[in-house]
């Protein structure tokens, strides 16, 4: 049985099928970028297919997921009513045709459409950002979790624009009379969004979630490590990208120096957040729980890597100075951009981290968020259902062990370098984990949403035009609730 948090309002939270909305297309994303990946180490499809997997995972999955839960989270956690329901919306639709259109452009090998392509998504990522940094300036004094969610905003400015900027290099070297080199420009570029944007949401969103789903409290010496967190990794994120942007191994080394201390510190304040939980062990911890053990061997091997070379970009540089177009090809990204950038252990940071907390996180927020719109005004009148009755235990008990095998299966044929099909295996077992939570999840919408999945994905104009406060749709706090600030 999952606990109702106390610490969230939400009578000021938009109606259920903004952010539900972004979590479907999310989770399609994720089976679709799933799927490309395992074709692509098959060999069946050409193009430049890594970038397409890349693409449909961390910004097609992982960002539309973000900004649904920061459209979500923003105003019940802030007790502001969300900007415009009809910007959120917009922004959705600009990001997902962009985001897909992106992800065909590098699978067809039609690198000359990228950049069309990249002009929606930025459109939709910037649209996205007014709208959600015109909620959180109402939210005053910022805590914690808004200082990580102002800065995750500011890097969903800078990336897609620098993304854009990268795609037209393919057209024309664009960034031939700059002193910023393209492979400093990639790096930039995916350093902003991995641990800008991503880790930067994670840690922010989950120092609220952990301990409001465990139902403990952050105090004494994990207060302490909270708070070192808090300084440290948004600090080292701004000097590791800023390191790599101008080539200056010092400045890299300091940043990624603090982006290992404030994700080592923010590992103890989990686990121990973990071990001290007041209720039953349900999917989203048991989820949490793989992200701590993760979290902290990926940041162990990322320091490792970062101290030899904290702006490793290419294994082989001059190869990529002589033909800039290499970095539009398949292979560059085994070792340059992921292994060096991303701390040598890829898959442990993507699969163990980024992937178990989404997909953790989903398998509370989406039935709480359906939960609250179906059940809530129903208690005390009639027998109701718990948020954990909302979907299937023993799907979700076959998803953990597809996705825990196949990241494993994953990490280990990476680090070990061994045969294809290792990998090929692995990464069909993970997407079929994939496919097994969108499955469960889309199951919650379709049975006990208001209006079914046509009702989320297809919106009535009424329902999508509010701005400003008087937009905010109410649907009561669930028994236990009490304001968040």
Same mark, same amino acid.
């Given at each position: 049985?999952?606990?109702?948090?106390?610490?969230?309002?939400?009578?000021?939270?938009?109606?259920?099928?903004?952010?539900?909305?972004?979590?479907?297309?999310?989770?399609?994303?994720?089976?679709?970028?799933?799927?490309?990946?395992?074709?692509?180490?098959?060999?069946?499809?050409?193009?430049?297919?890594?970038?397409? =997997?890349?693409? /449909?995972?961390?910004? %097609?999955? *992982?960002?539309?997921?973000? @900004? &649904? !839960?920061? #459209? +979500?989270?923003? $105003?019940?956690?802030?007790?502001?009513?969300?900007?415009?329901?009809?910007?959120?919306?917009?922004?959705?639709?600009?990001?997902?045709?962009?985001?897909?259109?992106?992800?065909?452009?590098?699978?067809?090998?039609?690198?000359?459409?990228?950049?069309?392509?990249?002009?929606?998504?930025?459109?939709?990522?910037?649209?996205?950002?007014?709208?959600?940094?015109?909620?959180?300036?109402?939210?005053?004094?910022?805590?914690?979790?808004?200082?990580?969610?102002?800065?995750?905003?500011?890097?969903?400015?800078?990336?897609?624009?620098?993304?854009?900027?990268?795609?037209?290099?393919?057209?024309?070297?664009?960034?031939?009379?700059?002193?910023?080199?393209?492979?400093?420009?990639?790096?930039? =570029?995916?350093? /902003?969004?991995?641990? %800008?944007? *991503?880790?930067?949401?994670? @840690? &922010? !969103?989950? #120092? +609220?979630?952990? $301990?409001?789903?465990?139902?403990?409290?952050?105090?004494?010496?994990?207060?302490?490590?909270?708070?070192?967190?808090?300084?440290?990794?948004?600090?080292?994120?701004?000097?590791?990208?800023?390191?790599?942007?101008?080539?200056?191994?010092?400045?890299?080394?300091?940043?990624?120096?603090?982006?290992?201390?404030?994700?080592?510190?923010?590992?103890?304040?989990?686990?121990?957040?973990?071990?001290?939980?007041?209720?039953?062990?349900?999917?989203?911890?048991?989820?949490?729980?793989?992200?701590?053990?993760?979290?902290?061997?990926?940041?162990?091997?990322?320091?490792?890597?970062?101290?030899?070379?904290?702006?490793?970009?290419?294994?082989?540089?001059?190869?990529?100075?002589?033909?800039?177009?290499?970095?539009?090809?398949?292979?560059?990204?085994?070792?340059?951009?992921?292994?060096?950038?991303?701390?040598?252990?890829?898959?442990?940071?993507?699969?163990?981290?980024?992937?178990?907390?989404?997909?953790?996180?989903?398998?509370?927020?989406?039935?709480?968020?359906?939960?609250?719109?179906?059940?809530?005004?129903?208690?005390?009148?009639?027998?109701?259902?718990?948020?954990?009755?909302?979907?299937?235990?023993?799907?979700?008990?076959?998803?953990?062990?597809?996705?825990?095998?196949?990241?494993?299966?994953?990490?280990?044929?990476?680090?070990?370098?061994?045969?294809?099909?290792?990998?090929?295996?692995?990464?069909?077992?993970?997407?079929?984990?994939?496919?097994?939570?969108?499955?469960?999840?889309?199951?919650?919408?379709?049975?006990?949403?208001?209006?079914?999945?046509?009702?989320?994905?297809?919106?009535?104009?009424?329902?999508?035009?509010?701005?400003?406060?008087?937009?905010?749709?109410?649907?009561?706090?669930?028994?236990?609730?009490?304001?968040?600030?």
């Amino acid at each position: 049985m999952s606990a109702i948090p106390g610490a969230v309002e939400t009578d000021r939270q938009p109606p259920m099928t903004v952010p539900l909305r972004y979590f479907v297309v999310g989770l399609a994303f994720l089976v679709a970028g799933g799927a490309v990946g395992v074709l692509s180490a098959t060999g069946v499809v050409s193009g430049v297919t890594r970038l397409a =997997h890349v693409h /449909l995972l961390v910004v %097609g999955w *992982v960002c539309v997921t973000i @900004l &649904g !839960a920061m #459209t +979500q989270f923003i $105003p019940v956690w802030s007790n502001v009513a969300l900007h415009s329901r009809r910007l959120a919306t917009a922004a959705l639709w600009f990001v997902t045709v962009g985001v897909a259109g992106i992800a065909w452009s590098f699978a067809a090998g039609a690198l000359a459409w990228v950049h069309a392509w990249g002009v929606l998504a930025l459109v939709g990522f910037w649209v996205a950002v007014y709208n959600l940094g015109r909620t959180l300036a109402r939210a005053r004094p910022w805590d914690v979790t808004e200082r990580h969610f102002a800065l995750a905003l500011a890097c969903f400015v800078a990336v897609p624009a620098l993304g854009l900027v990268l795609s037209m290099g393919y057209l024309a070297p664009v960034l031939v009379h700059t002193p910023v080199t393209r492979t400093a420009a990639v790096a930039t =570029h995916g350093t /902003l969004a991995v641990f %800008g944007i *991503v880790l930067t949401t994670v @840690l &922010g !969103a989950l #120092t +609220q979630l952990v $301990p409001m789903f465990t139902q403990t409290d952050i105090e004494g010496a994990t207060r302490r490590l909270q708070r070192v967190e808090a300084v440290a990794y948004p600090v080292g994120v701004v000097a590791l990208a800023g390191g790599r942007l101008v080539a200056d191994p010092l400045l890299a080394r300091v940043g990624a120096a603090l982006v290992v201390v404030g994700l080592l510190a923010f590992v103890v304040v989990v686990a121990r957040l973990l071990v001290a939980t007041r209720v039953e062990w349900n999917p989203m911890l048991a989820r949490y729980a793989v992200v701590a053990v993760a979290m902290a061997v990926w940041a162990l091997e990322a320091g490792r890597a970062w101290v030899v070379d904290p702006v490793a970009v290419a294994a082989d540089p001059a190869t990529l100075a002589a033909d800039p177009t290499a970095l539009g090809r398949g292979e560059w990204l085994g070792d340059p951009l992921v292994a060096a950038p991303f701390g040598g252990a890829p898959h442990l940071l993507f699969v163990g981290i980024v992937g178990f907390v989404v997909l953790g996180t989903l398998y509370h927020v989406v039935p709480f968020i359906v939960w609250v719109h179906r059940y809530s005004d129903l208690l005390g009148r009639e027998r109701v259902p718990m948020i954990d009755d909302l979907y299937d235990d023993r799907i979700a008990r076959a998803d953990f062990v597809a996705t825990v095998a196949g990241g494993a299966g994953l990490v280990a044929a990476a680090q070990a370098d061994l045969p294809s099909a290792v990998t090929v295996g692995a990464g069909a077992l993970a997407t079929l984990g994939f496919a097994l939570v969108a499955t469960n999840l889309t199951l919650v919408v379709r049975e006990h949403g208001p209006g079914g999945l046509r009702g989320v994905l297809v919106t009535r104009l009424a329902e999508g035009s509010g701005t400003g406060p008087s937009a905010g749709e109410g649907g009561g706090p669930p028994p236990g609730e009490e304001t968040a600030r």
